[in-house]
């Protein structure tokens, strides 16, 4: 399953609203990651099932999406939000990662 | 607090092999399927294989088929990834990954850098 993420990358301020999609080159249900990656540290889960912030992710993140289709929000940029962000599917091994979005401060 | 820490990584010439561990410094690692994902340097994520629980099942990327092995030793909460045939392109920093009850991929390690390189 091949997942296809964009933007590749994406300049913002803080307060901006930004949206990072991920499609999947076949149905994956909700089976579907979200992650956090800051500069030489390990990535961490942000949302899971595409919908669900995982326990202490502020609420300002959001997911959406089903089927092949999906988004991710930050609904007002911080500060510490300025990192790179992955999706990945869990539908079927192998896990793929889309790509990576770049977020840095306009 | 879940803690993965891996170990093992290194410099190793093109051919020859290697073996990462990672090991969990909490409870109930018997109960839940691992994994080990890699990132180049500069690059994106790349899944690389996966363990059920009680190390009978396993599944791995084209890229390593035939050249990693996954396994675990529940009684030391130790989960390995045995590299052998290794080329320049497996240069990279490597993740132990643990599911957790409901969530796959839930908890990362801080990784374990490996370079092939003569």
């Known amino acids: 399953i091949q997942m296809t993420q964009s933007p590749s990358s994406l300049s913002a301020s803080v307060g901006d609203r930004v949206t990072i999609t991920c499609q999947a080159s076949?149905?994956?249900?909700?089976?579907l990651n979200w992650y956090q990656q800051k500069p030489g540290k390990a990535p961490t889960l942000l949302m899971y099932?595409?919908?669900i912030l995982e326990t202490g992710v502020p609420s300002r993140f959001s997911g959406s999406g089903s089927g092949t289709h999906f988004i991710f929000t930050i609904s007002s940029l911080q500060p510490e939000d300025f990192a790179t962000y992955f999706c990945?599917?869990?539908?079927?091994?192998?896990?793929?990662f889309g790509q990576g979005t770049k977020l840095d401060i306009k | 607090e879940v803690q993965l820490v891996e170990s093992g990584g290194g410099l190793v010439q093109p051919g020859g092999s290697l073996r990462l561990s990672c090991t969990d410094s909490?409870?109930?690692?018997?109960?839940?399927?691992m994994h080990w994902v890699r990132q180049a340097p500069g690059k994106g994520l790349v899944w690389l294989s996966r363990?059920?629980?009680?190390?009978?099942?396993?599944s791995y990327a084209d890229s390593v088929k035939g050249r990693f092995t996954i396994s675990r030793d529940n009684a030391k909460n130790t989960l390995y990834l045995q590299m052998s045939s290794l080329r320049a392109e497996d240069t990279a920093m490597y993740y132990c990954?643990?599911?957790?009850?409901?969530?796959?991929?839930?908890?990362w390690g801080q990784g374990t850098p490996v370079t092939v390189s003569s």
């Open positions: 990954v643990r599911d957790s009850t409901t969530v796959v991929m839930t908890y």
């Open positions: 990945q599917q869990y539908d079927n091994p192998p896990y793929t």
């Open positions: 076949q149905d994956i249900s909700n089976f």
């Open positions: 099932d595409a919908i």
């Open positions: 363990i059920n629980s009680d190390g009978s099942s396993t």
């Open positions: 909490g409870f109930s690692f018997s109960s839940y399927w």
